[in-house]
């Protein structure tokens, strides 16, 4: 048992913090959340192995989500490089390690949104089976995308197991899906329209309606969810019309466009954090192309966040970790970047919790510090309603808990592997 006492709770549900409060966390669970008055400090002395922690100065908050991270990447500049080179089984080892560096900054429970190799997937089981440390991964497998779409940038004289199955058509797009759900993930992704990173116009629409709609209702029959990677405005209608559950980006959204949003209870994950790349032009190693269309992007892709925010879709934390200089462990900078572009700390927060945790059909397990729940938590020196970018300070994120067992502390991961799941399994 571990109690964590005199803390302010920031317990994700929107409701106001508590101070002085008390968490407790009972194997796997938290057993008790709420004010520390009312908690009866009899009954955790009567447990056995109870660790106390003085929260004094400190805040507790759920572990935070990611909605829309790329473990195959990085952030080097040279990514079509690195797709080629790089063979999917060095990529899955850096992918665990780029995991890990996640969790330890605070981040329990990733989506990862598109690999080479699937490798997500195996990076997953490898963690769920007990051999390595990591957040919990809700894994995609490879994106469906249009032959020449985004996701397929490489010339035919080119063999790669690259990030995109391509799929042209209804059929394909169904055995596409079919495909990743046998591989195990637990999201489809669909290529909506073009993008920044790959080479072509961004602005056109790709998958149509009905490749995407069977795709998705394939999904949706064993229990996954969905996601279209969607820059222009009639294919971010596209893939509402076709019954995806979230937008990735969603840069040039209309009055339409939104009010299908709202209408369909889209998510939105707006990746604000990918814009670092402007920072840096072609002499850093990014493709032209890339810069040109993202600088073209900015302006619109924050109008169309705020016009979203103004109708009340639903925004979610997402990164997309591992595009040029977008490193992974550096996830909370999108926090500080949805306040700068009309969030309230405390709805940052919430993004960052509740609901990313709606967004991947986990908010029954994690997403609140509340009775009943895993015990997804971290515990930070400061307060983010203060001032949020306290969460971009790993040296300040004390604590991080996954499932009840403290796995980092100050930004380092800390936990032996036989201390997970008991003896480290052959």
Known sequence: MIVISNCTLIDGTGREPVYPATVVIDGEKISYAGPSSGFSAKCAGQAKD????????????????????????????????LLVREPATLTALKALR???????????????????GAIDVVVKQAIEEGYWVGPRIVASGRCLTITGGH????????????????????????????????LGVDNVKLMATGGGMSPGPALVAQLNVDEMK?????????GKTTAAHAIATQGIKNAIIAGVDSIEHGTYMDEEAVELMVTHKVFLAATLAAFKTIKYGPE???????????????????????????????????????????????????????????????????????VGAEALHLEDQIGTVEAGKLADIIVIDGNPLQDIRVLQDKSKISLVLKSGRIVARHGHLVVDQEDVNGVLPM
């Open 284 to 354: 850093a190693g990014v493709p032209r192309y890339t810069i040109e269309k993202v600088k073209s992007f900015r302006e619109p892709h924050i109008r169309s966040l705020r016009m979203c925010l103004q109708a009340g879709v639903k925004v979610t934390l997402g990164t997309d970790a591992g595009t040029p200089f977008n490193y992974h462990g550096d996830n909370a900078y999108e926090l500080e970047c949805l306040v700068e572009n009309g969030l309230t700390p405390a709805k940052a927060i919430e993004a960052a919790t509740r």
């Open 50 to 81: 109870v660790e106390l922690v003085d929260g004094s100065g400190k805040t507790v908050m759920p572990g935070m989500v990611d909605t829309h991270v790329h473990l195959g990447m990085g952030g080097q500049p040279g990514y079509m490089d």
């Open 214 to 222: 069977a795709a998705v209702d394939e999904a949706h029959k064993y």
């Open 98 to 116: 780029r995991a890990q560096r996640t969790l330890a900054a605070g981040f329990t429970t990733i989506r990862s949104m598109g690999d080479k």
């Open 151 to 182: 996701g397929d940038m490489f010339p035919e004289h080119v063999r790669v197991e690259a990030m995109g199955r391509i799929v042209d058509g209804v059929d394909e797009a169904l055995k596409g899906a079919r495909e990743q759900i046998k």
